[in-house]
T-cell receptor
Framework: GAVVSQHPSWVICKSGTSVKIECRSLDFQATTMFWYRQFPKQSLMLMATSNEGSKATYEQGVEKDKFLINHASLTLSTLTVTSAHPEDSSFYIC????????????FGPGTRLTVT | GQNIDQPTEMTATEGAIVQINCTYQTSGFNGLFWYQQHAGEAPTFLSYNVLDGLEEKGRFSSFLSRSKGYSYLLLKELQMKDSASYLCAVRGDLFSGGYNKLIFGAGTRLAVHP
C-alpha cells in the first residue's frame, strides 16, 4: 500500500514552454502533498505544500507564478512549470501524506525535467 | 534558522557496520526521519524517531537524542545494494510554522566495497 505515482517520469521541453507534472496517491487519500526539487548531488528542497481544496503554501524564494500548484482532489496534485528556463532543469519529487497515517510521507518516483 | 548536518561521504566494507550521524538545529521539532535514496530515484522511508532512544528495524537502527539535537542511522551486515545516499530529515512542529514539513539534510553518500 501507500503508493504515489508521478507522470511523466521524464520530460524534455524547450525554453519558454510550460510543463505539467502530476502526482497521484494510488491507494490512499492525501489531504496534503509536498513538492520538492533536487539538483544533482544535492538534497531535496521543499518548494511548496499543497492542501486539497485550498491554495498552496510556497517556501521562501519559490515563485508562485512560475510554479503553479493545483490540488483539486484527495488523490491528485499537479505542478506546472511555466515559461521554463534551462535553470529549471531538475529532479522534481512529490510526496503525499495519508490523512489517516499522520507521521509519514510517501514519495513519488520523481520527474526528471530537462529544459533545452 | 534550520540547519541539518551530515557527513558528505562514507565508505565501508561489505558485511561491516556503519554509523551515519546527523545533527540538527531547527526552530521546531516533531520527529526525525531517515530515508534511503538511490541515484535517480525517489527517497524510500527507513525509520522515524520522535522520542529519545533506539528504534531497530532489521539491519537498520536509528537513534535520537533530542537534548543533543543528534541522531544516527546504524546499518549492520552491509550489502552492496546499501550503496546509496542516506537523508536525515527533521519535521517541524505546529508552533514553528513548519508542521509536517520535512527539512532535509544534504545527505550522506555511502559506498559499500567488497
Amino acid at each position: 500500500g501507500a503508493v504515489v505515482s508521478q507522470h511523466p517520469s521524464w520530460v524534455i521541453c524547450k525554453s519558454g514552454t510550460s510543463v505539467k507534472i502530476e502526482c497521484r496517491s494510488l491507494d490512499f487519500q492525501a489531504t496534503t502533498m509536498f513538492w520538492y526539487r533536487q539538483f544533482p548531488k544535492q538534497s531535496l528542497m521543499l518548494m511548496a505544500t499543497s492542501n486539497e481544496g485550498s491554495k498552496a503554501t510556497y517556501e521562501q524564494g519559490v515563485e508562485k507564478d512560475k510554479f503553479l500548484i493545483n490540488h483539486a482532489s484527495l488523490t491528485l496534485s499537479t505542478l506546472t512549470v511555466t515559461s521554463a528556463h534551462p535553470e529549471d532543469s531538475s529532479f522534481y519529487i512529490c510526496s503525499a501524506r495519508d490523512r489517516f497515517r499522520f507521521y509519514e510521507q510517501y514519495f513519488g518516483p520523481g520527474t526528471r525535467l530537462t529544459v533545452t | 534558522g534550520q540547519n541539518i548536518d551530515q557527513p558528505t561521504e562514507m565508505t565501508a566494507t561489505e558485511g561491516a557496520i556503519v554509523q551515519i550521524n546527523c545533527t540538527y538545529q531547527t526552530s521546531g521539532f516533531n520527529g526525525l526521519f531517515w530515508y534511503q535514496q538511490h541515484a535517480g530515484e525517489a527517497p524510500t522511508f527507513l525509520s522515524y524517531n520522535v522520542l529519545d532512544g533506539l528504534e531497530e528495524k532489521g539491519r537498520f537502527s536509528s537513534f535520537l537524542s533530542r537534548s543533543k539535537g543528534y541522531s544516527y542511522l546504524l546499518l549492520k551486515e552491509l550489502q552492496m545494494k546499501d550503496s546509496a545516499s542516506y537523508l536525515c530529515a527533521v519535521r517541524g512542529d505546529l508552533f514553528s510554522g513548519g508542521y509536517n514539513k520535512l527539512i532535509f539534510g544534504a545527505g550522506t553518500r555511502l559506498a559499500v566495497h567488497p
